[in-house]
């Protein structure tokens, strides 16, 4: 859905087809704010920062406007032995043995490169810091949002490096007719309602401009919980339920 | 393409559309500034959205330290947060023989230390900062902007006012302030994860 498609249907739905009540910069002002709107209420605009921490600083500068998780990526790899069936020894002269049938040898032929796994933080207030058990570690391990700032705990006393989800907003105005929205998809659709609720308070039809606004309130916050609330599976999911009575009295 | 600025300007021109009136005529544009400005302000009061950290240091055997901003929600001094306490504790609770900062309180635009420091201790504040009032055309609010969005409704409520339509400018400033109360909670409520969040159900 482009630009064009947008004010199309927009003018189409206002029974407008060419500017008169509302001129094409005011409807564009409103489909932009719309997208704003929708980018700041539901966190929907998504990515991903590659940032670092800096020496004897606590602070971590990022882009966007909310962080909703963090991972200290630990780097580099580690030996994997893949070949369970395979042999180990320590050097060339010497072989272990389990058995006198089975040899155990750590050849690379065998081994795996595996990267470190990424730990994440967990998110604590700025009056836990110093008071939480670090486990005798001094890496990252809580962080929690300040302003543009991301406050690490404890306080890095080397660079390390973070991977920071985060919620942006959009960094691009459509102007011309074949931009798009950067929103997701599965959110363009609550572009209308904003719209026409703009439309209705410029002519002060205000039952018209509420009863739109709720819908666009509405649709919006269906959309949050379909596609931004992420629930973790269970485990009780992934069994198959209970026959409930009725069917087995079936 | 780029980035929509927040200009005081654009606001203005938001602020226009809706009230349907394209250049000054009932509503003058230092009137609409006014508004602006006042929105501003009150969004950064109910969101605390602006958010700042500084560096302050307790003077020899002062107890308070001053900071600017409405409110100052932590103390860190040595990589620790201090301990948030009430005025009425003051002499009670320090262990002896510890001298350094270890709690606080807040009073007016002080922070008062206990135990009072023997010297300078740096410290570092987690303050809640006001805004500065916009002047000229191409300056943009101190609130973030997650939060510029809500200027708008908040203006109009107030243009809506001055133009005797009490009862759809007060609908809209209920409006306004489910949002403020929303988008705050939304990005800057800080709720910690508890270890339970990190295992699976």
């Known amino acids: 859905m482009n630009l064009s498609t947008i004010k199309q249907e927009v003018r189409s739905v206002l029974d407008e087809v060419s500017a008169s009540r509302y001129s094409d910069a005011e409807i564009l002002r409103w489909i932009n704010a719309a997208e704003r709107d929708i980018a700041f209420k539901s966190g929907c605009l998504e990515d991903v920062l590659s940032l670092a921490t800096s020496v004897e600083s606590r602070l971590v500068t990022f882009t966007g406007f909310k962080v909703n998780h963090v991972l200290y990526t630990v780097g580099g790899t580690y030996s994997f032995p893949v070949n369970w069936v395979g042999t180990w020894k320590d050097t060339m002269a010497t072989i272990w043995k389990d058995t006198s049938d089975t040899i155990w040898k750590d050849s690379s032929q065998d081994n795996l490169s595996v990267t470190n796994p990424s730990r994440s933080l967990q998110r604590i207030t700025p009056k836990q810091l110093g008071r939480i058990d670090l486990h005798s570690s001094i890496i990252p391990q809580y962080y929690f949002q300040w302003g543009s700032y991301l406050v690490i705990e404890p306080r890095p006393t080397v660079s390390y490096n973070l991977e920071v989800f985060v919620s942006v907003y959009p960094s691009n105005q459509m102007t011309g007719d074949s931009d798009v929205p950067e929103i997701p998809e599965e959110f363009q659709h609550c572009i209308f309602p904003y719209v026409y609720a703009m439309a209705m308070l410029k002519i002060r039809r205000w039952k018209s401009f509420f009863d739109y606004y709720k819908n666009y309130i509405s649709v919006l916050q269906r959309g949050i919980d379909m596609y931004v609330e992420r629930q973790k599976t269970k485990y009780i999911e992934l069994k198959i339920p209970t026959l409930s009575r009725e069917v087995q009295q079936r | ?201």
């Not at chain 2, 009136?21 to 009932?26: K, L, T, V």
């Not at chain 2, 501003?40 to 009061?45: Q, T």
């Not at chain 2, 500084?54 to 330290?65: D, G, N, Q």
């Open chain 2, 1 to 201: 393409m780029t980035v929509y600025s927040y200009t005081l300007s654009s606001l203005r021109t938001a602020l226009r559309d809706l009230l349907n009136e394209a250049s000054a005529d009932f509503f003058t544009d230092a009137v609409l500034n006014s508004y602006i400005n006042s929105a501003v302000r009150d969004i950064a009061i109910k969101a605390r959205c602006i958010q700042g950290i500084s560096s302050a240091s307790t003077e020899t055997h002062e107890r308070y330290v001053d900071f600017t901003g409405y409110k100052c929600v932590a103390v860190e001094y040595e990589k620790v947060s201090l301990i948030e306490i009430a005025p009425l504790q003051a002499a009670h609770i320090v262990e002896s023989g510890k001298v350094y900062p270890q709690y606080f309180f807040e009073w007016g635009l002080q922070i008062g230390i206990e135990p009072i420091p023997p010297g300078a201790y740096p410290l570092t504040l987690y303050i809640v900062n006001f805004p500065v009032a916009m002047i000229d055309d191409d300056e943009t609010p101190d609130i973030p902007y997650a939060f510029c969005n809500l200027i708008v409704p908040h203006a109009l409520s107030l243009a809506l006012s001055q133009d005797n339509k009490e009862d759809v400018a007060m609908a809209i400033m209920n409006l306004y302030e489910g949002e403020v109360a929303y988008l705050s909670r939304f990005i800057n409520a800080i709720v910690p994860d508890g270890d339970d969040n990190l295992r699976m159900e």
